[in-house]
């Protein structure tokens, strides 16, 4: 078994971790070429009725979890007779005791929402949720968590405006705080691991761009120390464009900049993750609802990652060590880029040759939009997906606009599509090997391709963001893409000017120096070979 253990850093994290179990969970007593046990374990319940739940550590600040509580539906509190029962009372106490005084603090207990009062009673649901509706990640979750899962940290309230969690410092000093008081990787991390018959990969959910950023790379160091060889992958979320005051912009780009430069050095592959600025058509989502933009999230990330989850034998499988490989084919350019288009399984109608050309083409579309090249002309193609996750500008603007601009040289490329059947898909598959080569021969990107008929189930948890014929099939096929390319480098070198400005100086030379060595790694091989050419 291949397993892969997940860590959840945040609230915006939580909500995308959410979805990512919803969409698992609903499939894992259909039959299907997916391994669930790679990211789910069985267990047993107080009255010895079999458990199924997610391998995953949740953190979240006092007030973040809703109505979830640590024992929650399957497990009683007598039921967990672990270390980790005692260290979370400890906590409790530590912090009643502090000043040498007995202070009992009680909150009044979080309503359970009206979606989870229905789940709790086997009953259809009325309404259908909406935004307002949803005011924690737990109002929609559709699975049970292990008590070992729910960490609350209450040295931080969620929302608070007298002690915000904001400073990318405040989270390295929380988490050096926690750990030296009660060594987390040991009480709370490797009791997932020794469940484990071997590891695949650890996979992170964090927020980059506020203290949990701080949080998470001294949580990856510490877990470097221990695993040094296992692939840690990291989706760094990030707020939108233009949200909140010019000044907490600030402090959130030089907090993206912290963590590309720090956990870029700790992760094995750093994908960030953003609302895309330019939403297709197809989507209308709700910028100020995070159950929307982690449910548009979600659908991407999970689709990505499909084939880690496959079983041997049945469709070609991509473990995390595998596609990484594939991505960081210089060794020193762990940072992606993520695209994604999203498809309505309808339109799976071949032509005579039985194909289905305008979903998947072995060619891609120019910049100007006008022609179809192969892949040996790929450097004249753009991504012909329609959202981009990691990018600070829309991915399709006025031509004119795109042929002033430098193309990006793409490095390599990894691609995963899953809900269409289509036979040139499957045939290109089988020629990778040779294909691979030969792009390498002509020093073009590397390309590895996944594919699973398998599509994206639209549950009623999910938000209504897909235009109704979509929503109305209750599935949609993904289109998904992993780069490294040129365009780090102008990212990096863009946060290294905010940097200049924004962050004191005992600091700053350090991260610029550092975004700077980032860039560099995404220039080496491309800018020398056009600036020869050019003289």
Request: a negative charge.
């Amino acid at each position: 078994m291949r397993e892969i253990v997940t860590l959840q850093l945040g609230q915006r994290a939580n909500y995308l971790a959410t979805h990512f179990w919803n969409t698992q969970a609903c499939r894992t007593s259909e039959p299907s070429s997916i391994d669930h046990d790679i990211h789910f374990r069985a267990g047993q319940g107080p009255s010895g009725e079999d458990t199924y739940t997610p391998r995953t550590l949740i953190y979240d600040l006092k007030g973040g979890f809703g109505s979830l509580r640590k024992w929650d539906g399957l497990y009683d509190e007598k039921d967990i007779g672990t270390d980790s029962k005692k260290l979370w009372y400890v906590l409790k106490e530590a912090r009643m005791f502090r000043d040498g005084s007995v202070v009992k603090q009680q909150d009044a207990p979080i309503p359970r929402s009206e979606y989870q009062g229905a789940l709790d009673e086997g009953l259809e649901q009325d309404r259908k949720l909406t935004s307002e509706m949803v005011k924690y990640w737990s109002d929609f979750t559709r699975v049970f968590y292990h008590p070992r899962s729910i960490i609350q940290i209450n040295d931080y309230e969620l929302g608070s405006s007298i002690l915000p969690f904001e400073q990318w410092s405040s989270g390295e000093a929380l988490f050096d705080r926690l750990d030296k008081e009660h060594d987390l990787h040991d009480r709370d991390f490797r009791p997932w691991v020794e469940e484990c018959d071997q590891m695949q990969g650890i996979q992170t959910f964090g927020c980059a761009d506020d203290a949990w950023g701080g949080f998470a790379s001294r949580y990856l160091e510490s877990l470097r120390d221990e695993y040094g060889k296992t692939p840690v992958w990291f989706w760094g979320l990030e707020e939108g464009a233009g949200q909140g005051q010019r000044t907490k912009q600030l402090q959130r780009t030089v907090n993206v900049a912290q963590s590309l430069q720090t956990i870029s050095s700790l992760a094995s592959m750093y994908i960030p993750l953003t609302v895309p600025l330019y939403i297709p058509p197809y989507v209308n989502i709700d910028g100020t609802s995070q159950w929307h933009v982690s449910g548009l999230l979600s659908m991407a990330v999970e689709s990505m990652i499909l084939p880690s989850r496959q079983k041997p034998g049945s469709i070609r499988r991509g473990l995390l060590g595998d596609i990484e490989a594939a991505l960081n084919v210089n060794g020193n350019q762990s940072i992606a880029d993520f695209q994604c288009s999203i498809i309505d399984p309808s339109r799976q109608q071949p032509n005579t040759s039985g194909q289905y050309e305008d979903i998947i083409d072995c060619r891609v579309r120019t910049a100007d939009g006008q022609d179809l090249v192969h892949e040996d002309e790929i450097e004249k193609a753009d991504s012909r997906l329609d959202m981009s996750f990691s990018t600070e500008r829309p991915l399709q603007t006025a031509p004119s606009i795109r042929q002033r601009e430098k193309a990006n040289h793409v490095f390599s490329k990894v691609e995963s599509i899953r809900g269409l059947l289509s036979p040139d898909w499957e045939m290109r598959e089988g020629d990778e090997a040779e294909s691979r080569k030969r792009r390498s021969l002509a020093f073009l990107p590397i390309v590895e391709q996944f594919s699973n008929t398998l599509p994206y189930p639209l549950l009623d948890s999910f938000p209504e963001i897909l235009d109704a014929s979509m929503s109305s099939a209750k599935n949609a096929a993904i289109h998904g893409s992993l780069s490294t390319s040129s365009q780090m480098s102008k990212r990096m070198k863009g946060l290294q000017s905010i940097v200049a400005r924004m962050v004191h100086v005992t600091d700053r030379e350090a991260l610029s120096n550092g975004l700077g060595e980032i860039a560099e790694a995404y220039k080496e091989g491309w800018d020398t070979a056009s600036d020869e050419e050019s003289n």
